[in-house]
């Protein structure tokens, strides 16, 4: 089947086809969770259900976390080419080449096990591309909802494909949709109400349940490790993001760390990529 073909019947499944397969599986699970030995046979699950809604509850009962206004001043503001903040902005380019690239390579078939999950992810990091370049140009809180609604496309694509590839072949794909209302929900509510509690859940939750599904479940593709390394750069990323003007004045006024985040996110985004390319079918057998 052609990866066009692929992706339309992903579709199919996203939109009609909730089939007898997953019903089974679903029902047995919930059926499953009232007999005592259920929790031995379904305790992964059980797990990563917690390791979900645990941080959840935890930020239900915190106050409101409002966004703090010093978060738009960045190390360095040059203007260069008549761009304000000129590396901040340019440093998104990677976003769009390694984005683009996954759609093209997943759409000429090269790309193993691609499905609607990873084209929502490779558009997210294209978007993130123009959204964050829009915010860096210039940022406040009305073009932080372009730098942030993009994000939580790539990373509800993300975590989608990986509990697909892991859970159950058609989890990821019908939750896929849901999701992604999820992450929209959570960055216009932080917008409207002034409180990040849900965008954080958001964002950090798949920083969680990510590894969780890696250590829980076999994985049905080789190549594992490049999934590691890629949430490895992205903790770097946000380590730099921390020391934006800390690593600019180290580098004395050169790049700040900001700049490097966006290089560093880029590469974890393009170790998915890589990832992608290399991997093969495995054919684990799934966890019941
Ligand atoms: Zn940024």
């Not at 007999?35 to 379904?42: C, E, I, Q």
């Not at 990563?48 to 010093?70: E, M």
Request: with cysteine.
């Amino acid at each position: 089947m052609s990866a066009t073909a692929d992706l339309r019947f992903d579709v199919r499944c996203a939109m009609i086809d909730v089939d007898a397969t997953l019903c089974r599986w679903l029902i047995s699970f919930l059926l499953g969770s009232m007999h005592a030995s259920a929790l031995k046979r379904h305790w992964r699950h059980y797990l990563l259900f917690l390791i979900a809604a645990a941080p959840l509850l935890i930020l239900v009962c915190l106050p409101p976390i409002h966004q703090d206004a010093s978060y738009h001043e960045f190390a360095d503001t040059r203007r260069f080419l008549g761009v304000p903040n000129f590396a901040d902005v340019v440093s998104n380019a990677p976003f769009l080449i390694v984005g683009l690239a996954g759609i093209m390579l997943g759409a000429c078939g090269r790309l193993t096990g691609y499905s609607i999950c990873w084209f929502t992810f490779f558009l997210g990091v294209s978007m993130v591309s123009v959204g964050s370049g829009y915010y860096h140009w210039h940022p406040n809180n009305d073009s932080l909802v372009w730098d942030r609604l993009p994000m939580t496309v790539g990373f509800i694509g993300l975590l989608m494909a990986i509990v697909s590839e892991s859970v159950h072949p058609k989890l990821g794909t019908i939750l896929l949709f849901p999701g992604l209302m999820l992450g929209a929900g959570s960055v216009i509510y932080w917008h409207y109400f002034n409180d990040l509690r849900f965008y954080a859940w958001v964002q950090y939750g798949p920083l969680l349940i990510l590894p969780a599904l890696l250590v829980l479940f076999p994985s049905q593709y080789s190549h594992k490790y490049m999934l590691v390394i890629a949430l490895a750069c992205y903790l770097l990323a946000k380590l730099f993001e921390v020391f934006d003007r800390e690593v600019f004045a180290i580098l004395r006024g050169s790049v700040a760390g900001h700049t490097i985040k966006h290089l560093w996110a880029a590469a974890g985004c393009l170790c998915i990529l890589q990832m992608l390319r290399k991997r093969q079918f495995v054919n684990v057998k799934r966890v019941a």
